[in-house]
């Protein structure tokens, strides 16, 4: 899957918690955010003139918010391709829970039909 399939993929299924999502749909929905909120914040500085320690942004704020819910669900997609409940993403509340969860992230999904569907198939 490329950069584009996974973000058309994300916000085509914008809130389902239900299914799973490959490796690649996940990290590139990721890389896809981080571009989005630096270019965001690149134009609020340099174009509309706010600071770099402006705790708010416009532009980039109301990226945030078109990306926050689709960011939830994938990560939640994530989790049921390698047999994990979506709830564990509030391990990320308790700081050192990041690490596991990276390694989650990064494992290889189930290759055969878990509680949460079946594998994924890439066409």
């Known amino acids: 899957m490329d950069l584009s399939t996974s973000v058309k993929v994300c916000f085509k299924k914008y809130a389902t918690f239900e299914g799973r999502a490959q490796r690649s749909e996940f990290w590139y929905f990721c890389l896809f955010c981080l571009l989005v909120g630096i270019v965001t914040l690149y134009i609020d500085i340099s174009v509309l ?3 770099v320690e402006e705790e708010y942004t416009p532009l980039n704020t109301i990226a945030y918010l078109a990306v926050f819910i689709p960011s939830i669900s994938v990560t939640a997609r994530r989790l049921h391709d390698i047999g994990k409940s979506g709830w564990w993403m509030l391990l990320a509340l308790t700081g050192i829970g990041i690490i596991l969860l990276i390694i989650w ?3 290889e999904g189930e290759k055969k039909k878990n509680r949460f569907g079946n594998p994924i198939k890439i066409k």
Request: aromatic share 34%; net charge neutral; proline share 0%.
């Open 49 to 51: 003139g706010y600071s």
């Open 105 to 107: 992230y990064a494992t």
